[in-house]
């Protein structure tokens, strides 16, 4: 079984700052997507960013980056520019790719809760 | 653009009773999923359907049982409900193997 582990509990950053939230997982799969969610105070669970495992290519969208490192299984997810909206509890998930056609479930890390500060 | 849709948002019951959740998948996704998210936890996955057949499973109560329909709606029963059973349940959908997109969850509280 895949799981995904946040070691980083709680995170504070100041505005117009960059911070780093870390994500490690454990899987013997080679095709998978790995996904950062974010989750405000109004709990709705938003997607911010996916990426592919077979690609190379770290995935970015606007001020949302990761660092994807296969080999040590680490998705890094990098906010720069930090705005007041950033705080929010972001969740890692694992994605399996095989049995690609059926419904394969998102495995969340724990979590890590965002304060943006002034 | 449509996104997933969950009715009701808020839902009371007392323990023992029976709670019904709704949700309604983004058009033509194809994959619906239940998670539970407890306070302060990380969401749990209880049950998925691809094209309308469970397809995965999770850690769901046997109290719990659900269904995807032929307009693709599915629906999660919950009986004998319990104190710890309180909690936001999210549905998400998705195409094939691409992203899940969350609805806005169901806050059941049991008293």
């Known amino acids: 079984a895949q799981t995904v582990t946040q070691s980083q509990p709680e995170m504070s950053v100041q505005e117009a700052e960059t911070v780093t939230l870390s994500c490690t997982y454990d899987?013997?799969?080679?095709?998978?997507?790995l996904f950062w969610y974010k989750q405000p105070p109004s709990r709705q669970m938003i997607l911010v960013i996916r990426?592919?495992?077979?690609?190379?290519q770290n995935a970015t969208e606007n001020r949302f980056s990761v660092n994807f490192q296969k080999a040590a299984k680490s998705f890094s997810l990098k906010i720069s520019d930090s705005q007041l909206g950033d705080a929010a509890m972001y969740f890692c998930?694992?994605?399996?790719?095989?049995?690609?056609?059926?419904?394969?479930?998102?495995?969340f890390g724990t979590g890590t809760r965002l304060q943006v500060t002034l | 653009a449509a996104g997933v849709i969950q009715s009701p948002r808020h839902l009371i019951k007392e323990k023992r009773e029976t709670a019904t959740l709704k949700c309604y998948p983004i058009?033509?996704?194809?994959?619906v999923y239940w998670y539970q998210q407890g306070p302060g936890q990380d969401p749990q996955f209880l049950i998925s359907?691809?094209?309308?057949?469970?397809?995965d499973k999770g850690s769901i109560p046997d109290r719990f049982s659900a269904q995807q329909f032929s307009d693709y709606h599915s629906e999660l029963n919950m009986s004998s409900l319990e104190l710890g059973d309180s909690a936001l349940y999210f549905c998400a959908s998705s195409l094939e193997a691409s992203e899940a997109f969350f609805g806005q969850g169901t806050r059941l509280t049991v008293v």
């Open positions: 058009p033509r996704h194809d994959t």
């Open positions: 899987t013997s799969e080679s095709d998978y997507y």
């Open positions: 998930a694992y994605r399996s790719l095989v049995n690609t056609g059926t419904a394969s479930k998102l495995t």
């Open positions: 359907f691809y094209e309308k057949m469970q397809s």
């Open positions: 990426q592919e495992a077979y690609k190379q």
